[in-house]
């Protein structure tokens, strides 16, 4: 029988560990649209992370903005139930998506150093290893319109119709018109990135990347 030392003991890590996932989320998700040139600067504050200084989407900046930070929230609904096995940011032109942005959960594995430090060095490579893919990726070009695209995938816990407020059901994942550039994770492979992007969309050596490098190298402390 599990003590009641034990059973806290659990129900902490386990609240870490939905803390961690959700904190890293949305430092993942605001770093990728600040570097894809998503949204103005004065729409993101900064955050230190380690030698890093993120840029993290803000509150009240604008509609846009706003609206997009209550569906990266209601997306935390589902990971604070470990329901969510997958996260998948897409961005779209006007005809599909242009790029995908997918993030795997696992909850069965632990912290393997201390549960309350944040961010870890596990983290900051992760994070060092997402911006070296960004920065190697094509502008998007400029004077066309964009949305983003969340969708949710569940594990076998989550009750058959569950679905946070403001998604509906969908039924696959899977888009053939892009292909994978990069997989990123953490040691433990507690969480996970790969990224997606059409084939014309990658790097190309004569394309104008002044924006985003500018951008990028903002978020250097040091720089």
């Known amino acids: 029988m599990e003590s009641s030392q034990e059973k806290n003991q659990s129900n902490m890590n386990n609240d870490d560990l939905k803390s961690y996932f959700c904190k890293l989320t949305g430092y993942t998700l605001s770093t990728i649209l600040y570097v894809r040139n998503f949204f103005t600067e004065n729409s993101y504050w900064p955050l230190d992370f380690g030698p890093i200084r993120l840029r993290i989407l803000k509150k009240s900046s604008n509609e846009a903005v706003e609206n997009l930070i209550n569906y ?3 997306c935390f609904q589902p990971l604070k139930r470990q329901y969510l096995k997958t996260l998948i940011m897409e961005i779209h032109d006007s005809f599909d998506a242009i790029e995908s942005y997918e993030l795997n959960y696992d909850y069965s594995l632990q912290l393997n150093d201390d549960h309350l430090g944040f961010p870890r060095k ?21 004077n066309r319109h964009y949305h983003v695209v969340f969708k949710l995938y569940y594990n076998d816990t989550a009750p058959l119709d569950y679905e946070p407020f403001g998604f509906v059901p969908h039924k696959s994942k899977n888009n053939e018109t892009l292909n994978i550039i990069h997989n990123i994770t953490t040691r433990e492979q507690l969480f996970s990135i790969q990224i997606k992007s059409r084939e014309e969309n990658s790097k190309d050596p004569d394309y104008d990347h002044q924006e985003s490098n500018r951008r990028f190298q903002q978020l250097y402390r040091n720089s």
């Open 72 to 74: 990266m929230n209601n």
């Open 122 to 142: 596990n983290d900051i490579d992760l994070m060092l290893n997402l911006l070296d893919t960004l920065e190697h990726m094509k502008s998007i070009p400029k």
